[in-house]
Structures are given as C-alpha cells and as structure tokens.
C-alpha cells in the first residue's frame, strides 16, 4: 500500500466526512470512526488505503424501463478496512448520470455501489383525440445513457488516497434502457446461442458486445414475390424469393445494437437452435414441397421464412451453403431469456451455423442511418479525462 497519504488527519476526515471538514485530529473520534471500535487492538494506517480505482463500473450494459439495476466502482490493493469504513460514506463519491432516461433510486447519493431506476418509456408515438392511439413497437424507444462515478475523499483533491491510480477521475460506463413494450414480438435467440464471428470462430450471444464483427453473407439477386408468388403464407422478407441459388459472398458485419427480453414460447429446432417464432431463416423450398396445399405448380425457390412458419423437410444453409435439413421443428412453452441484435450492411449473421437474417420486425432491411451517427459503445468505456 505505498501510494497513500500517511495522514491521521485525512484518514480522520475520509471516514467521518458528514461531520469533519477539514484534515485535523483535533478530538478524541478517530480511533471510533476509523476502525469501529474506541479500543482494544491497534489498526495500521495501510489498512484503509487503496491503489487503484479500476477503470470500468461492474453493472448490466442493458436495462428495462421502470427497473433498478446496480453499479458498482471497483478497486485494486484494497486495504481491509478500507470498504467498511472508507467506502461506505456516499460524501466520498461522486455519480453523474445522463439527464435522459435514469434516476437515482437511493434515498441518498450512492457510495461506491450505486442503485438506479430508468424511468418508464412512452409507447405512444401519435396521441389521437377521441381515438385509439398510435403505439410504438418494444424497443423502439430504447434509450442509450451514460453514468459516471469517482472516488474522492469528501470531494477534496488532496484527500487521504490521492496518490491511488485513477483517484479523483470520472469512470464513465455506458447502459441502455429496453424498451420492452411488447407492440410486436420479439426476434430472438437464447443467451447461450452461438453466432459466428468474422474470423469464424464462435461465441456466445450474451458474450458478445456492440462493435463486434460477426460473419455475414451478401445474398444473390432476387426476384420478387409478384414474380415467384408460391410461397408460404405472410413471409416477412417474401421481397426475397430466388429459383436459382446463384453465388453468394461471405463478408462481416458489425453489431449496432443488443435487445434483452423475455418470452414465453419459443422454438427448439434439430434438438439445438431455441429461436422465437419470429425471426426468419433461409431456407430452400424443396421442388413440390407445396403442391398438396397450394394446388399450384410449385418449383424449388430460396426465400427468407419466418420459424413459425417452418416444416420438416425444409433446407436451412451453413456459412459454406452446405444444406442442413430441419428433422425437428418443436414449439415450446417456457418462459426463457431471450437475445437480438441488430447488425448493420447485409443484415444477415451465422447462429448455431445457420444463416439467419437480421431481425424479423419490419418487411424491408433495417435503416441504419439512426444508428451511424452513434459512437459504437463498448461495455466499459474506462476512465474520463476530467476530475471531479
């Protein structure tokens, strides 16, 4: 512990500082309030000191409107008093959060760990007099916040572990509010899932963060569904519909975007991949796969299905557009967590190997244009360059 200020007097006021406001040991209250105790064994002063202040905030990078989540400042070579009797004193921190979206939830400022509550997010887009209103689909107002927190002894620059690394620095951390109106399903896999990264290697969804590259394949031409008009019934994507596979080029993508969420149902396809009902697959139509529901000629096509709308016996497609057969296709009900992400250029991405679209809500291609003005996040931006 050799970066502390060896003072009593600011030992005195960082474990008093909401009745001590200057560095002197003038009464008899140091031993009490430095070590909890009026007597018996003595304390040395390297018990309540610190090294370092870690440069990230332990805490969720996602949370849902109207609930509490918890953040914490981390430390490095910590005394064995220090938490208990430095730590604890919300006057030796500062917190700072966005104007927009969060509130603390303590009947005071946080200490070292903080509790906030994001505020409830509107899913009324247009207020109609008289009339139904228009709502917002979930995670259409989901709201990106920054939070801050910095150690510094009853807000004094020269306080007693001054010359602790990153003392007196804002340490910036970076979470997003869900929106979790549920106007549309969600389009999800389970945290455990795995997607394909662009080095193709593979890691879990909840492993993953915003800016990660992931696998992607540029489709071939397509025609349109007024061309190819046998097709399963409402396919989001049915503006993608091919009668020759064609060539396709593997490229990457970059994440723009995680949604955390809930579900009660969802889908458990060849044993493995647990997707909500929503979200679309490519998938190969087999030549007469239809022709005993349709009455129509129907030919081998490509298009994008959504799960719900998937049989045994269709295609699915690997990164090498090796075929992958659905044997079983199963609905399940069960509340499970569930992941999304939204990924930017070809919105298409690998989970579990098979080649899956971007998300499922809307009938076109996500419009990034929103997205690219951002910063891409990472889940622990570090530490400010500004002190307190």
């Known amino acids: 512990m050799a970066k502390t200020d060896l003072s009593l007097g600011k030992l005195r006021r960082a474990t008093d500082p909401a009745n001590i406001a200057s560095d002197s040991t003038a009464d008899s209250t140091l031993r009490g309030n430095a070590a909890g105790v009026d007597s018996g064994n003595n ?21 849902d409107e109207g609930t509490a989540e918890t953040y914490k400042m981390e430390f490095k070579s910590v005394g064995s008093r220090f938490l208990a009797r430095i730590a604890r004193h919300h006057e030796n921190f500062v917190w700072h959060t966005s104007a927009v979206g969060i509130n603390s939830s303590s009947t005071q400022q946080p200490n070292y ?15 109609v007099a008289g009339g139904q209103d228009s709502m917002s689909a979930a995670h259409a107002g989901d709201v990106r ?42 389009t999800c896999f389970t945290p455990d899932t795995k997607l394909t990264l662009a080095d193709g290697t593979q890691r879990e969804i909840q492993d993953l963060s915003i800016g990660d590259e992931l696998l992607s394949l540029k489709m071939p031409n397509a025609q349109t569904e007024e061309e190819h008009p046998v097709i399963a019934s409402d396919v989001a994507y049915a503006d993608y519909c091919i009668v020759e596979l064609g060539e396709s080029e593997l490229v990457s993508a970059k994440i723009i975007n995680m949604f955390f969420d809930f ?8 044993g493995e991949i647990k997707v909500t ?6 998938v190969k139509i087999p030549d007469g796969f ?20 998937l049989e045994v016996g269709q295609i699915m497609y690997d990164k090498d557009m090796n075929e992958v057969p659905i044997d079983s296709i199963e609905e399940i009900e069960k509340e499970i967590e569930i992941v999304n992400i939204d990924v930017d250029t070809n919105n298409t991405y690998f989970a579990e190997g098979i080649l899956v679209h971007n998300k499922g809500s809307s009938t076109s291609p996500v419009d990034n244009s929103g997205h690219n003005s951002l910063t891409h996040a990472i889940e622990n931006p570090g530490t400010g360059s500004a002190e307190i």
């Not at 903080?114 to 899913?123: D, L, V």
């Not at 579900?263 to 060849?270: S, V």
């Not at 081998?300 to 799960?307: D, S």
Request: charged share 15%.
């Open 43 to 63: 304390f040395k002063i390297s018990e309540f000191a610190v090294d370092e202040v870690s440069a990230s905030l332990s805490g969720s990078r996602f949370m």
């Open 113 to 127: 760990t903080g509790s906030f509550t994001a505020a409830a997010i509107s899913n009324i887009t247009t207020a």
């Open 145 to 186: 916040i920054s939070m801050s927190a910095a150690y510094v002894d009853d807000r004094v620059a020269a306080g007693f572990n001054a010359s602790a690394t990153n003392y007196n620095k804002k340490i910036l951390h970076l979470t997003q509010v869900e929106d979790t109106y549920n106007g549309t399903a969600i």
């Open 263 to 270: 579900t009660d149902t969802y889908f458990l396809i060849n």
């Open 277 to 282: 009902g929503e979200h679309p697959f490519f």
């Open 290 to 309: 239809y022709l005993s529901t349709t009455g129509q000629n129907s030919e081998e096509f490509w298009a994008w299905e959504y799960v719900r709308n």
